[in-house]
């Protein structure tokens, strides 16, 4: 705690929510969290559930929490920090004689996001994180690497063959092939990775104060500045021997499949003629990469930095000096929930400035904007509509889709989300929001209302005049359902609808493209982005 005290003292982020602040509506919280845990919105019957008794958001809560679709969403929160789900590595998948390079590359950034989303799902120990003997695998990943994975489809558990060390996300291929290291590096720059990642202190952000006649294009001058030079060695005392943890991950041919895919378990004493710096944790020896995931389990900045990690993820903001007294509260909890991701979530998910509702005060915390993988994820389970295109999933990638024009990361180019709307996201809205209104209406148009997710109250193929009070009714359903907002019948909302659709009807749209055009419409909101 006493690292996280001093990394706060030194930022100067904004103020938190004062914890007098509004706090939210019980459908806003049900929106929030339900985004968070599960991807979706929350469905009209759970709205009115907790507006007729909001004492049942709680249960509702442990319903999320344990959701099937809360593993997928915790993968994609963190990807956000280990920022592995990039497109460009050493190898491809014509390497491996596989026909798809998107799900290939896909695949490998995955790999270590999925460890970890199944420990969450799992209530194991974060510590099983660095110290695992497993990782997880699909398909794709089983026919590359050297892995024996378990019966099913899918994501499943798996087992290197190539006999690694068990280290958890410290040794898999994904963590490493997103970060590799040149000769001169000397794996110096994936020792700031697990720095970054793990004990939230990146290196690269540190303020460093040395002599300017060092020549940096001498390789001689260089490493012994790293020795003697006191403004470099403040950093490469402790990063140089955790550097000398990972060379089974060094490769002589970056693009060879043999090397790039198997661990080298013979290159582990490279250390003594690369550098000459001995492994070690902070002054603790070790000689294995199984020694540096213990060190780094029993270390409690560990545990300190999964505690920031996940406050920052879920409040879509950095911490600040007035945190910490309510990271340190969630830091209990978290111990006291035996170190599982789903007891810091709910530790976190009841904070004051995680609900804290809209205000004009200063210093308030904005509303949160979806990320790209969550809005499309929200979007199919509104509307069953995935965008692809010969199978590449469209949010998910950048090499054929959208996924840095939509505001996500890519990993590599572009390290953070979005938090605000821009022009290029607002036109990926427009257009995710016009083909899934199509397919929602085209899906349904022909279905029995019973069976239909969305268009219940109305006969798609006649025009809304036909029965106002059933338009009025599907116009109610569709705010639920898109905005979460609880609108009356004869509201200005339901009037604005109606309009709308007759104005459709006016320039020639059938009944089920007028109805189209108005999800579309409420798709398209600034309320579907915040949340």
Known sequence: MVTLLILLSCTSEPEPVPAAMPEMSSAELLTRLSLDLRGRRPSPEELDRVQG???????????????????????DLWSEVFLTRTETFYVGAED????????FAASVGDE?????????????????????DWTMANDTLLAAWPLQGEQGSGWRPAQYTDGRPAAGVLATNGLWWRYTST???????????????????????????????????DEEAVLDAINNNPGCVACHVSLDPIASYLYGFWTYVPDSVEEASRYHAEREPLWSTVTGVAPSWYGQPGSSLADLGAQIAADPRYPECAVQRTYELLLRRPVSVQDVDRLAAHREAFLDGGLTLRSLMRSVMADPNYRAGATDAEGAVPRK?????????????????????????????????????????????????????NATLVLVQERLAQAASWYAVASEVEAERSSRSIFREVDLAAPASTDEAASRAQIVRLHALVLGDTVLADGEEVEAGLALLAELSSVGASPPVAWAGLLSALMRDPDFLLY
């Open 53 to 75: 008794d909001p004492a049942a958001l709680d249960a509702l809560t442990e319903e999320m929490l344990y959701d099937p679709a809360f593993e997928a969403r915790v993968a």
């Open 96 to 103: 491996y004689g596989l026909p798809d390079q998107a799900t």
């Open 112 to 132: 270590p996001l999925r460890l970890l989303a199944r420990i969450a799902a799992e209530d194991r120990p974060w510590t099983e994180l660095v110290t695992a």
């Open 183 to 217: 000769t001169s590096n000397a794996n110096r720059g994936r020792a700031n990775q697990i720095s970054r990642i793990l004990l939230c202190n990146d290196y690269l952000v540190r303020p460093i104060e040395f002599e300017r006649n060092v020549d940096l294009l």
């Open 369 to 421: 904007m979806v990320s790209a993988e969550l809005l499309a994820d929200q979007v199919e389970a509104l509307t069953g509509f995935r965008w692809e295109y010969a199978g590449i999933d469209m949010m998910g990638t950048d090499s054929v889709g959208l996924r840095t024009l939509a505001g996500g990361a890519d990993g590599s180019t572009v390290a953070a989300s979005a938090t605000r709307p």
